[in-house]
T-cell receptor, first 113, second 115 residues
């Protein structure tokens, strides 16, 4: 069965600093991988997805993630944090052809002025 | 841009009461889902629905829960006899197919508070 582990329930960075949110997955076959963002009192919005094409995936709002099969990782990065990036970020995995998407526990990003 | 709409946005109910949460998925989507997020916790899969039947469900989705697509547009989640621990945000989602090109589109959620 597939699973997702997000390291760090809370990450705090200064405005302008690098953002790194970690995600490791467990899957018997190469899965689809996703990052979603959730702003307060809102639903989940897709940031980016990996679907076995390019291993470096670019998403919205300047975020990108790199799929590393050898490390079973899909870490999310952004070179320079902005105050508006403060939100909860969820890594998710779905097996190819599978019905359900499994979410990690989430990482809350705080951005300090 | 097409979106998934959910009603109500917030419902308060007494323990033991029945609750129906409603969702209107994107019109050309074929796969429908309910997820739950207890305050401050992870987003949990409840159930997936395709071709008018449940395709997969989690351990959370016990006999107290049911889903239905009563017409061509609505997709509902019913909780027969609510418990305090059912208090959560419930998200509906849909996708056109299961290919990598298509991802879940989520509604804004329905917050259920059980007193």
């Amino acid at each position: 069965a597939q699973s997702v582990t997000q390291l760090g329930s809370h990450v705090s960075v200064s405005e302008g600093a690098l953002v790194l949110l970690r995600c490791n997955y467990s899957s018997s076959v190469p899965p689809y991988l996703f990052w979603y963002v959730q702003y307060p009192n809102q639903g989940l919005q897709l940031l980016l997805k990996y679907t076995s094409a390019a291993t470096l995936v670019k998403g919205i709002n300047g975020f990108e993630a790199e799929f590393k099969k050898s490390e079973t990782s899909f870490h999310l990065t952004k070179p320079s944090a902005h105050m508006s990036d403060a939100a909860e970020y969820f890594c998710a995995v779905r097996l190819t052809g599978g019905f359900k998407t499994i979410f990690g526990a989430g990482t809350r990003l705080f951005v300090k002025a | 841009e097409p979106e998934v709409t959910q009603t109500p946005s917030h419902q308060v109910t007494q323990m033991g009461q029945e609750v129906i949460l409603r969702c209107v998925p994107i019109s050309n989507h074929l796969y429908f889902y309910w997820y739950r997020q207890i305050l401050g916790q992870k987003v949990e899969f409840l159930v997936s629905f395709y071709n008018n039947e449940i395709s997969e469900k989690s351990e959370i989705f016990d006999d107290q829960f049911s889903v239905e697509r009563p017409d061509g547009s609505n997709f509902t989640l019913k909780i027969r006899s609510t418990k305090l621990e059912d208090s959560a945000m419930y998200f509906c989602a849909s996708t056109r197919d299961l290919s990598g090109a298509n991802v879940l589109t989520f509604g804004a959620g329905s917050r259920l508070t059980v007193l």
